[in-house]
């Protein structure tokens, strides 16, 4: 059980396109899913706090209007890369809260690499 | 603020010899900890997580952390490290903070571990 998929797990794209990256909760509810940007051989940093119906909480020097966070349902929540930059290229791991279980388990995906060209 | 220190970015054992890996953390009340273990172009796995209860946790694949209040430590180890155990590993310690960024997590730097046969 905790199963999070992200898809899709590779992407390409050309600077100045948006991309939609998912992360799906597949066997239990999330009220809270976590998008993390991780570089080469760097930890992981968290870009924001995503609350189903509500608006996502962004950290400090993350632009909320670069990197748009949706958490429309229980076992879905989105981050789209809009205008994409080389920068922006990176590893995006998302993690999710199950509801009702302990408050301080996260179950994580398997990533996506977004490479931009 | 809660925040975690790994010392040593890379540690490397022979097959069979004892792995440690350190993590000290900051914390301004009782903390939970964890450590995820992530394999190359991977998520991250949870190995094992310290929630007040017994000070000495036992995780998957033999690994085990001893939580330490007085040393502010929670060391990682395993009697007898085998190849497959080769990765990157995060300590990591929880946000008991309320509304909407509870149960966030702060990672560490990581330490990769190189297993020598």
């Known amino acids: 059980g905790a199963v999070v998929s992200q898809h899709p797990s590779r992407v390409i794209c050309k600077s100045g396109t948006s991309v939609k990256i998912e992360c799906r909760s597949l066997d239990f509810q999330a009220t809270t899913m976590f998008w993390y940007r991780q570089f080469p051989k760097k930890s992981l940093m968290l870009m924001a706090t995503?609350?189903?119906?509500?608006?996502?909480?962004?950290e400090q020097g993350v632009e909320k209007d670069k990197f748009l966070i949706n958490h429309a349902s229980l076992t879905l929540s989105t981050l789209t890369v809009t205008s994409a930059h080389p920068e922006d290229s990176s590893f995006y791991i998302c993690s999710a809260r199950a509801s009702g279980r302990g408050v301080y388990e996260q179950y994580f995906g398997p990533g996506t690499r977004l490479t931009v060209t | 603020a809660q925040s975690v220190t790994q010392l040593g970015s890379h540690v490397s054992v022979s097959e069979g010899a004892l792995v440690l890996l350190r993590c000290n953390y900051s914390?301004?009340?009782?903390?939970?900890l964890f450590w995820y273990v992530q394999y190359p172009n991977q998520g991250l796995q949870l190995l094992l997580k310290y929630t007040s209860a017994a000070t000495l946790v036992k995780g998957i694949n033999g690994f085990e952390a001893e939580f330490k209040k007085s040393e502010t430590s929670f060391h990682l180890t395993k009697p007898s490290a085998h190849m497959s155990d080769a990765a990157e590993y995060f300590c990591?310690?929880?946000?008991?903070?309320?509304?909407?960024?509870?149960?966030?997590?702060?990672f560490g730097r990581g330490t990769q571990l190189t297993v020598w046969p």
């Open positions: 990591a310690v929880s946000d008991q903070g309320r509304g909407s960024t509870l149960g966030r997590l702060y």
């Open positions: 995503s609350n189903e119906g509500s608006k996502a909480t962004y």
């Open positions: 914390s301004s009340v009782p903390p939970y």
